[in-house]
């Protein structure tokens, strides 16, 4: 186990659900990773408010403020880059990242998405899910790279569809495992047991398979 604390920052655009799960996993004495800032594309982020409350520097850049993703992305970098971050975390950032940003952080950028990747990349997964008819759904953390959606699985948690489901109850329960696994990833990630290698993810040396470590609820 490393000794030496991981930084992590967060980029996020909404309430920070997720950020919330991660400063509470990261408040224990034996916790690696810390979170040295949070970032976001909206001063209205409700995550902003929450980084606050828990004492984590926080910046905002307004990306309609710059002339395309490329200078946002740039803007950006340099941002990240002042918190000397060891691991980025993404956690509902609404942004299409360039891949001059993503190969910047290669190996060092999580994402977590509302669905079993590869199944429904993109937007609107839980009402994709459920009008497939799907018997499972779930959520999916990954390493990042320029295929949106893409990267190599580290963790899915699997949530059972039932016959009463709206979009609603589906996502609830959705949100739920994200809480668990991110918090779970990034600290994989911090005890220096997850990483990236040439042929996809590794935990503690070995490659994970191609869906990732599954968890089942």
Not at 84 to 89: C, G, K
Not at 132 to 153: I, N, Q
Not at 202 to 211: E, M, N, T, Y
Request: proline residues 4%.
């Amino acid at each position: 186990m490393p000794s030496k604390t991981c930084n992590v920052v967060v980029l996020l655009s909404g309430s920070g659900s997720n950020l919330q799960a991660l400063i509470d996993s990261c408040q224990g004495q034996d916790s690696t990773a810390h979170i040295r800032a949070v970032v976001s594309n909206r001063a209205d982020a409700y995550g902003l408010q929450r980084a606050a409350a828990a004492g984590i520097d926080s910046a905002v850049l307004d990306h309609t403020r710059y002339d395309g993703r490329e200078a946002f992305d740039a803007a950006l970098m340099a941002c990240i880059d002042g918190f000397a971050p060891d691991l980025v975390v993404l956690a509902g950032f609404m942004r299409i990242l360039s891949g001059d940003f993503v190969r910047h952080y290669q190996g060092r950028l999580l994402n977590i998405h509302p669905s079993l990747l590869p199944r429904y990349k993109g937007l609107h997964t839980h009402r994709r899910a459920l009008e497939a008819g799907d018997a499972e759904h779930g959520c999916s953390v990954h390493f990042v790279t320029e295929e949106l959606d893409g990267g190599p699985l580290v963790v899915q948690a699997v949530v059972p569809l039932v016959s009463d489901d709206t979009v609603e109850s589906l996502a609830q329960r959705v949100h739920c495992q994200e809480h668990l696994i991110y918090p779970l990833a990034v600290r994989w990630f911090a005890e220096g047991r997850l990483r990236l290698g040439e042929q996809g993810a590794l935990l503690d040396g070995q490659p994970l398979p191609a869906s990732g470590h599954l968890i089942r609820s």
